[in-house]
C-alpha cells in the first residue's frame, strides 16, 4: 500500500482521524501524510478584510492557523507513534477537491466525523460525504471516542454479491491480518426478491432453500481470500431483511466496519448508496469505504 493520508483541521474529530491513520499507517509500514486543506488562501482572507489597520492579533493566528494545526497534527503522531514516516502539507485548494486528490494518490485517505447527535443529522457534513462519494480510495471516517479500538475486536465486512466485491473484501482482510483480528464477512438477501408480485405469500421451503444458496455463495465468494489470509479466522454470516438494521446491529462490537461503494460516471445528490449512508451515520466505529466497480 501507498502512504496513508488524513485531512486535519484542529477539530476533535480530526484529531481522533489523526491517531487511527498513524496507528494504521505504522500496522502497514508506509508513510502518514497529513494535509490540512485550505479553502480560500489566508492572503486573501486579510485582504478582504479590507485596509481597516494593520492585522491584529487574531488576524494573524488566522494567518498561520493552517501551519499551527499540521506542525501540532504531526508533533502528535510523532509523540504517539516514534520513529513513523511523516510528512505534511497545506493545500491551497477546496476542501473536497484537495482531499479527493491526495487520495488518489494514496493506499488510503482518512477523515474524521462528528457524533450523532438531536440536532446534527448529517455527522460528515458538507465534506466528509462528497469525498467519500467521489474519492476512488478507500476513505476511512474516524469519529472521535472511536479512534482507540479494544484488542481484539473484529473487522466486520458487509458484501453485496451482485456487484463486484474483490477490492471490499481484499481490504478487509490485510485489515484483519494486520490487526490480528477476527473477519466477520456478511450479506443481506431479500424474501421478497424471490417473487415476481409483493401479495405473494413465501413458501418455508423456498426461503429455506434461498437462505442455503445465499450462504454457500457467499462462503464461495469467501474462500479464494481464505485461502491467501489462513491466519484470519472468518465467520461467514447471512440473514433476510433490511441490510442497514442488520449490519449496524452486527458490527456492534467491531473496531472497523468496511463497506463498499459503487464507483459511477456521473454525480449524484447523494453520491453514496443507503446502507453505505446508514453506516456511516450511524455505526459507532470507524467505518471504511471501498470503492469498486
Do not use: K, N
Not at 182 to 199: E, G, K, M, T
Not at 266 to 284: F, K, S
Request: charged share 20%; net charge negative; with cysteine.
Amino acid at each position: 500500500m501507498q502512504r496513508v493520508v488524513v485531512g486535519v483541521d484542529g477539530s476533535p474529530e480530526s484529531g481522533a482521524a489523526l491517531t487511527w491513520a498513524a496507528a494504521d499507517a505504522a500496522r502497514r509500514g508506509v508513510a502518514l501524510r497529513v494535509v490540512y486543506a485550505e479553502d480560500v488562501p489566508a492572503g486573501h482572507r486579510l485582504e478582504a478584510a479590507g485596509p481597516s489597520g494593520p492585522p491584529g492579533e487574531g488576524d494573524e493566528e488566522l494567518r498561520y492557523w493552517p501551519q499551527m494545526c499540521t506542525r501540532a497534527a504531526c508533533a502528535q503522531a510523532a509523540d504517539l507513534l516514534p520513529g513513523l514516516e511523516i510528512e505534511s502539507e497545506v493545500v491551497e485548494e477546496e476542501t473536497v477537491r484537495a482531499l479527493v486528490a491526495e487520495g488518489a494518490d494514496a493506499g488510503e485517505l482518512v477523515i474524521g466525523s462528528r457524533a450523532l447527535d438531536r440536532i446534527s443529522r448529517f455527522v460528515l457534513g458538507s465534506v466528509g460525504l462528497p469525498v467519500i462519494g467521489h474519492a476512488t480510495a478507500p476513505v476511512v471516517a474516524v469519529r472521535e471516542g472511536a479512534e482507540q479500538v479494544a484488542p481484539g475486536a473484529p473487522v466486520v465486512v458487509a458484501v453485496d454479491l451482485h456487484h463486484t466485491y474483490d477490492d471490499v473484501l481484499g481490504f478487509a482482510f490485510e485489515a484483519a491480518r494486520l490487526r490480528e483480528a477476527p473477519l466477520r464477512v456478511l450479506h443481506a438477501w431479500s424474501v421478497r426478491a424471490l417473487y415476481s408480485y409483493p401479495s405473494a405469500l413465501p413458501e418455508p421451503a423456498v426461503v429455506d432453500q434461498a437462505a442455503s444458496g445465499a450462504q454457500r455463495s457467499l462462503e464461495q465468494a469467501v474462500r479464494p481470500r481464505q485461502e491467501r489470509f489462513p491466519e484470519v479466522a472468518v465467520e461467514v454470516e447471512t440473514a433476510t431483511g433490511a441490510v442497514a438494521p442488520y449490519v449496524l446491529d452486527s458490527s456492534a462490537d467491531a473496531g472497523l466496519l468496511v463497506v463498499g461503494r459503487l464507483l459511477r460516471e456521473r454525480r449524484l445528490p447523494v453520491p453514496v448508496g443507503p446502507v453505505t449512508h446508514a453506516v456511516l451515520h450511524h455505526a459507532p466505529c470507524p467505518v471504511a469505504v471501498v470503492p469498486h466497480h
